[in-house]
């Protein structure tokens, strides 16, 4: 079953290269577009230390975010039974909720908007809009076929009649035989959150490989320093999300040693990419902004069905703040705060 998960993912992902790779080949820009000499921020000498504290900063940040919630049962306040945990998860929900709405799918638009593409196609079709969607449904898509795979493989029968005879006539089995239909609800509630991790962290992995090319392809040294505080900021809260997702997932050792590894190094590494491409990378070019604005527009359906669907909405109609409307409200204001945090940073990034 997981390499039937792996396969859908590949194949998702692959489609989506696939046009990328083709959509630039369509476009042809104005005269003039591929030129930075106009913008005196464009400093390939300034910029390369700056991408160089980038790595680092960013490799700090998301390592203290996403491995925090792993230690958070040593923590009585961010215990993950605790109001205080889940607090901290509708925080970090709101941050990639904001980080879809106000960073992502913005950027999208305006590179898919630019003057430097074509009239036609790219000025009289939202395709930043149009891709989004599209992203939202595929991402729901995987997420349903991917819960009803696990779900048929791992479903537990009707109890026979004869032992639904023995667990009612003693009292011991009686109550041992609750605790088999128990198991088997705790094992489907399990089962959700190890999808919602996995789907939650391809989504992550994919808009860092996005940001992260981009900023180590650009050589405008002043919009750098601004996406270091903002990408720092952004990692941490993040990763704290996708840590909680990945502690109440229940995996093992290995399996959250990797998903934590992968999101830590996933943005220095584009990073690292994006420096050697930078030689020959045009921010303006149509290539690039065709092919950056559609992956971010991709990117941000995902974050946005995750942390509405898979974060928010489950916590929120779960049992836990469906019983207290006290600790509804401490959620909610935790993820406006987070929406609004993001909010402002979208001023400088």
């Known amino acids: ?66 491995t925090s919630p792993l230690f958070s049962r040593y923590i009585s306040f961010l215990h993950p039974d605790g109001n205080g945990f889940m607090i901290v998860k509708c925080f970090s929900s709101g941050i990639i909720l904001g980080t879809g709405f106000m960073h992502v799918l913005p950027d999208s638009f305006e590179m898919l908007s630019s003057k430097c593409l074509s009239d036609d196609p790219w000025h009289k079709f939202p395709f930043a809009g149009f891709v989004a969607m599209l992203s939202g449904l595929v991402t729901l898509a995987i997420d349903s076929i991917t819960t009803s795979l696990y779900t048929g493989k791992n479903a537990v029968g009707p109890v026979p009649d004869d032992q639904e005879k023995v667990i009612h006539n003693v009292g011991h089995n009686h ?3 609750h605790g088999v239909v128990l198991a088997a609800k705790d094992d489907g509630k399990l089962l959700r959150y190890r999808i919602i991790a996995m789907v939650l ?4 992995l994919f808009h860092s490989v996005v940001i992260g090319l981009s900023l180590g392809a650009t050589n405008d040294a002043c919009t750098i320093r601004g996406l270091i505080v903002a990408l720092c900021f952004h990692h941490l809260f993040e990763g704290m999300g996708l840590g909680g997702c990945i502690l109440q997932a229940e995996f093992t050792n290995v399996k959250r040693l990797v998903m934590t590894f992968f999101f830590a190094v996933m943005t220095p590494s ?41 974060l928010l909405a489950t916590e929120f109609m779960g049992s836990m703040l469906q019983g207290s409307i006290k600790l509804q409200i401490k959620c909610f204001g935790a993820a406006m705060f987070g929406c609004a945090v993001m909010s402002i940073l979208a001023k400088w990034a």
Do not use: R, W
């Open 175 to 177: 109550s041992h035989g």
């Open 270 to 310: 584009a990073i690292f990419l994006g420096i050697a491409l930078s030689s020959f990378y045009q921010d303006n070019s149509p290539t690039a902004l065709i092919t950056v604005g559609l992956l971010n527009a991709c990117s941000a359906g995902m974050l946005i069905y995750m942390a509405l669907v898979d």
């Open 1 to 66: 079953m997981a390499n039937t998960k792996i396969v859908m993912k590949l194949v998702y992902i692959l489609l989506i290269l696939f046009t990328f790779t083709v959509s630039p080949a369509i476009s042809t820009a104005p005269e003039g577009c591929d030129s930075d000499s106009d913008n005196p921020c464009i400093n390939k000498a300034k910029a390369l230390p700056l991408k160089i504290v980038a790595i680092v900063a960013i490799l700090t940040t998301s390592l203290i975010g996403v």
């Open 201 to 204: 962290e391809l989504g992550i």
